[in-house]
Each structure stands twice: as structure tokens, then as C-alpha cells.
């Protein structure tokens, strides 16, 4: 209760200081209010374009994320077993982490549609992100727990998910964390490059053109609330996963 | 029936075991002591055969085993009932472990973490995980470490309740331990 309290606190400070921010400029323009906000997505909600922009975006960017997180683990596995894998994506998984979303966007700008790009920014965002985790999971692996399932004859199913998955699960758990609210980030980012019909990266790169700053924040305010969502549940449904892998 | 014949094991230049020979007979129940350093839980690893000798063989047949390791290897992520539950054939209820958990002081932390737990519950989970699987041999290596005199007690009482006419080879530093399970004790000395 006293923890709620406190992150209850630090939200309206930091509120606060938004609106004298803005009282202190005195320009919507530059600096909309939280209120202005506010009263700026209430007035987006009922419109036609705001739940299929949402729709659009979120339906892409997770799409990328999961196509990212099955290549990401199918990697790690491989990886894991042989040295020879690890090798051959070694160079490949610095690379996707070093380059910039903005120079992944503008080259995929020449081989896809700009409808697609969020999902393919988003997997590329995905695989390396979880790749590392797993892989690390993996990696730190106690074999001497090989050893006792040997001594105890545990049966290969109860192995695979009683023993390894176990262990690496808090790797993946802690990679998808991470992932998603990276995807938001960049898949909304490939969007304002790209501008596809109808997605909310469109909405914010119209805010900036019509210099439209309320739409701006209440986007992005939409973006946030969405990325904490889809974090949640997909976090929601690991635990729920770990769970029934621990009553096999 | 299991049976050690001139076991020699060697690591490095440094000879642990030297010409080891015993018989373990059928429900007997032995205590191997020594110094630290002695290769008693080396002597463990090649009987259950987690180490190849150097020389010499172990018989052993196709009993099951059953095992408390000197690391308590546990999966750390798993909860305590869901450790005991992962080595046994038959998946048993709660409502059947719940006594097993209750006589070694665990009931309270059954559904907790592993990591979550001290040094002390964590080598009562391995232990109580090694005597609720099906054995036919059980090997112990310093099961009760870490066990404060009280708790100590009462887990060597549970624990010969549940050992009785079982083959059980008990790795330990203490005497006392040995005393109170009797039986045959062994005495490795440094080779």
C-alpha cells in the first residue's frame, strides 16, 4: 500500500511539473498541458480512425515480435548445442543490434511495403534481444543436474520441461520483458518513416506536419498504455506457461 | 547387490582412491567415513556411476537409484513439491506429500521457490526428494550438512524410518551420524 502510494506520488509529481512546464511556455503549440492531452484523446477515441489505427499497429508490431521470439529461441537452441551455430550468427546478431532502426527502415522501405515494415523493424528488433537471454540461459545451464535426472531416471518429457525449461524460462521471460516495449518504440518509429495507411505512426507524423502537439502526446500517451498492455499479457502468459510446466 | 572391486581413481598425479574393494550387501546399511580429502565422495560418484575408475569395476545390476549429491541439485526455478514430484514415477497428490513435507519441517515452504529458500531447506528438499523416489540403492553424502541440532534430529529419525531394510551407503564426517543408523562402517583413508 505504502509502495502505491509512493509510485502515486511520483506520477502526480512529474504531472505537475509537466503542466507548470507548459503553463511556463504558454503555447500548446510547443508544449501541450496534461489536461489539453487529456481532453485531446477523449475527443480521438470516438473517432472512426483511432481503434483500427490501433488495431493495425498492434496486429503488425506483434506479429514481428512473435516471428522474433520463435527465431530468436529456434537461434539460441541452435547456437546452444553447437559452437558451429553460435559462430555463424555471431557476426549476424552484432550487426541487427548495432544498426539503426532508422537505416533497417529506409532499406527495408526498397524491398517491402510500407504496411509491412513495423513487422519486420519489430523481428529484427526481437531476435537478438531474446536470442542473447536464451542463449545466456542456456549457456548457464547446470549440467550437474543432467547428472541427478541420470541418477534418478527422469523420463525425457519431465527432463525437457521440469529440468531445462525451468532453468531458462526467467532468460526468456526477462528477454520478452525487454522486447516488447522495444518493439513499440521501434515499430511506431518504422511507422513515421514509412507512413502506412491508417497505422498510428501515420497519426503521429500527421500530428507533426498539421504541428498538431496535443495529438503528438495523446498518441504517444496511447502508445504507452499499449505497450504496458501487451507487456502484461504476454508476461501474464509465460507465468501462466511456467505454471503448467511445473505441474507436468 | 553392489559390489566395488580394486577401484583406483586418479586426478591428475593425485591418486583418491587405491585399490578400493567392498560389497554392499542387500538392505545393509554402510557409513563411509574419512578426512576431508579422502575421496569419499569421489568413492559415491564411481558406485553410482557419475565417474569412470581408473582400474577396477563396479557391479551394481539394474538396481534404481536414489541420491543426495554434496551440491543439493535442485532446480532452483521449481517450487519444493514440484522438486519432490519431478523424480517420481507415480505423480502423488498433495494431499500424500503433505505428512513427508510436515515430518521434515518443509510444509510451509511446499509451494515456494527453491531459490527461495536457506541452505538448511534446501538440503532437506534434496533429502526428502532422494527418500520419496523409488531406490533400490540410496546414496547419502553428507545429508544432514547445514542442519542446526534440533531439525538435525529429527531428520536422521525420519530419515531411518524411511531407509529401513533399504540399501543405503551415508558419506559422513560425523561419527554420531554413523552410530545412529548403525550398521557396517567403512573408513577411507588418504591414498
Redesign the interface.
Known amino acids: 500500500m505504502k509502495k502505491k502510494l509512493i509510485t502515486a506520488g511520483a506520477v502526480v509529481f512529474w504531472l505537475a511539473v509537466w503542466q507548470i512546464a507548459a503553463m511556463a511556455v504558454g503555447k500548446s503549440l510547443l508544449l501541450g498541458s496534461p489536461v489539453e492531452v487529456v481532453q485531446r484523446l477523449v475527443r480521438l477515441i470516438p473517432e472512426k480512425t483511432f481503434l483500427p489505427s490501433i488495431l493495425f499497429s498492434l496486429g503488425r508490431i506483434m506479429l514481428g515480435f512473435a516471428r522474433g521470439t520463435l527465431t530468436g529461441v529456434l537461434f539460441a537452441v541452435l547456437a546452444g548445442k553447437l559452437v558451429f551455430f553460435e559462430k555463424l550468427f555471431a557476426p549476424l546478431i552484432s550487426a541487427v543490434k548495432a544498426v539503426p532502426v532508422a537505416s533497417f527502415t529506409i532499406l527495408a522501405l526498397i524491398w517491402i511495403s510500407s504496411s509491412e515494415l513495423s513487422v519486420l523493424i519489430t523481428f529484427l528488433i526481437t531476435v537478438p534481444v531474446v536470442y542473447s537471454n536464451v542463449f545466456e540461459g542456456i549457456r548457464s545451464f547446470?549440467r550437474?543436474?543432467t547428472?541427478?535426472a541420470?541418477?534418478?531416471?527422469?523420463p525425457p518429457m519431465?527432463r525437457f520441461f521440469?529440468?531445462y525449461l525451468?532453468?531458462i524460462?526467467?532468460y526468456f521471460r526477462s528477454a520478452v520483458k525487454l522486447s516488447v516495449g522495444l518493439c513499440w518504440k521501434s515499430g511506431v518509429a518504422a511507422e513515421v518513416i514509412g507512413t502506412p495507411r491508417g497505422s498510428i505512426g501515420q497519426m503521429l507524423y500527421n500530428s507533426k506536419v498539421y504541428l498538431e502537439t496535443a495529438d503528438l502526446f495523446a498518441w504517444t500517451l496511447v502508445i504507452i498504455v499499449l505497450s504496458i498492455i501487451t507487456e502484461k499479457l504476454v508476461l501474464l502468459l509465460i507465468d501462466i506457461t511456467a505454471k503448467r510446466i511445473?505441474?507436468l | 547387490m553392489l559390489k566395488a572391486e580394486n577401484i583406483t581413481k586418479k586426478f591428475g598425479s593425485l591418486t583418491v582412491l587405491d585399490g578400493f574393494s567392498h560389497e554392499f550387501a542387500e538392505g545393509s546399511f554402510t557409513a563411509v567415513m574419512g578426512s576431508s580429502g579422502c575421496g569419499k565422495s569421489t568413492l559415491l560418484s564411481v558406485l553410482m556411476g557419475l565417474l569412470a575408475p581408473d582400474s577396477g569395476t563396479v557391479t551394481r545390476g539394474s538396481d534404481r537409484l536414489s541420491a543426495v549429491f554434496q551440491e543439493d541439485r535442485l532446480c532452483e526455478n521449481l517450487s519444493v513439491l514440484s522438486n519432490l514430484r519431478l523424480v517420481q514415477s507415480r505423480k502423488k497428490e498433495r494431499s500424500g506429500l503433505i505428512p513427508e513435507l510436515e515430518a521434515v519441517g518443509l510444509y510451509d515452504c511446499a509451494d515456494k521457490p527453491v531459490r527461495e529458500l536457506s541452505g538448511g531447506m534446501k538440503r532437506r528438499t534434496a533429502l526428502l526428494r532422494a527418500l520419496l523416489a523409488d531406490y533400490d540403492i540410496l546414496f547419502l553424502d553428507e545429508p544432514f550438512k547445514g542442519l542446526d541440532a534440533q531439525t538435525k534430529n529429527t531428520v536422521m529419525s525420519y530419515t531411518r524410518g524411511k531407509t529401513a531394510g533399504k540399501t543405503v551407503i551415508l558419506v559422513t564426517h560425523d561419527p554420531e551420524e554413523a552410530d545412529f543408523f548403525g550398521g557396517e562402517t567403512v573408513m577411507l583413508s588418504r591414498a
Do not use: A, H, T
Not at chain 1, 541420470?150 to 527422469?154: N, P, S
Open positions: 547446470d550437474r543436474l547428472e541427478m541420470d541418477i534418478f531416471r527422469v519431465k521440469g529440468i525451468s532453468q524460462m526467467p511445473e505441474k
